[in-house]
């Protein structure tokens, strides 16, 4: 797999990466045999980031990234998140983005995912009532302490990142960005990464899903997945959505890809790396394989005349998380 320069800050990491979270929550039902196998036959193909949270599970994510990565180490950047404060015992109490929290939430996730030190620390969300400066700066304490190697902030406005990178260079803003959501093009997200020379991780490039073209009723889904409240698989949302991946599906068709790689490759044209998640080898292959997809200036226009920007209906999740993004 070809690797690509995250940022201007010295990390390199494979072209397409692996988002880890659904392997322990949020998504159904979890298998960790498979989910192991899945992650090391990732790293067999070339990925090297793999992304995870203390959020997600709690805790369980991180541990299991501890159990794939036991021995290779060194294979591997390994980016997790602070910032949504969790109690010991797994409660989430919310935003918390002051210093004390920082690192004490770092030291957990050390502990968690047997290392010492993390490639890749974002702040998952920004704190609302603590200045940015604040938790930057607490992050930017655990660089200095060799403990984390390179920064990144999640749904983060332009100006909050454009504060946060004085304090200390960022290397990366995760947020997510598909053919479903592109709003980073029209927020002036995308125009702050690119004069900062900050990297973009793409997560949900593949709609929750939807982009796959699997999915076909919101009765799919299992009890427990959080895709049953999200606002674009419902009602009218769903359907007009659904159309949407429908001329996305034809289109793969006449490239002889899936729906998946089309989508996947769209968005590592635009210079992001992608972290599809999946708990499953055999989609971890077909995801992987659009890597090597070639998408042309004509493709570009056909996925443009049937994706345009804000083509999705519906916001991307429930209010109550929708108010949690910054600006």
Not at 183 to 203: Q, W
Not at 215 to 240: H, K, L, V, W, Y
Not at 255 to 280: D, E, F, H, M, N
Not at 302 to 314: D, H, L
Request: aromatic share 6%; proline share 4%.
């Amino acid at each position: 797999m070809e690797m690509r320069a995250l940022g201007t800050q010295g990390l390199r990491v494979g072209a397409e990466g692996l988002g880890c979270m659904g392997m322990s929550a949020y998504y159904g039902a979890t298998d960790e045999a498979e989910s192991l196998a899945t992650i090391h036959r990732a790293l067999e193909l070339g990925v090297t980031l793999l992304d995870t949270a203390e959020t997600y599970g709690p805790f369980i994510n991180e541990q299991l990234l501890a159990k794939a990565v036991a021995g290779r180490r060194e294979q591997v950047v390994i980016a997790t998140k602070t910032g949504i404060e969790i109690g010991d015992d797994g409660t989430v109490r919310g935003h918390n983005g002051g210093r004390d929290y920082i690192h004490r939430a770092a030291e957990r996730s050390l502990r968690h995912l047997g290392t010492d030190y993390i490639d890749l620390y974002y702040l998952h969300r920004v704190d609302p009532a603590v200045p940015i400066e604040e938790s930057i700066g607490a992050m930017a304490e655990l660089v200095t302490a060799g403990k984390v190697r390179y920064l990144g902030i999640s749904e983060a406005a332009a100006a909050t990142i454009r504060r946060a990178h004085a304090v200390h260079p960022l290397t990366a803003v995760q947020t997510e960005y598909s053919l479903f959501e592109r709003g980073l093009e029209e927020n002036g997200v995308r125009d702050a990464l690119d004069e900062l020379g900050i990297g973009l991780v793409a997560y949900s490039p593949l709609g929750r899903g939807f982009l796959s073209g699997a999915i076909t009723s919101p009765d799919d889904f299992a009890e427990d997945d959080f895709r049953r409240t999200d606002p674009r698989f419902q009602g009218e949302n769903f359907r007009r959505n659904l159309a949407v991946v429908e001329e996305v599906k034809r289109l793969a068709d006449a490239k002889s890809v899936t729906p998946s790689q089309l989508a996947l490759a769209w968005v590592l044209r635009q210079g992001a790396v992608p972290i599809p998640g999946t708990k499953r080898r055999r989609y971890l292959e077909e995801n992987i394989a659009a890597t090597g997809v070639t998408i042309t200036d004509e493709d570009i226009a056909a996925i443009e005349a049937v994706a345009p920007k804000g083509v999705a209906s519906g916001d991307r999740y429930a209010p109550e998380l929708m108010s949690n993004l910054d600006g």
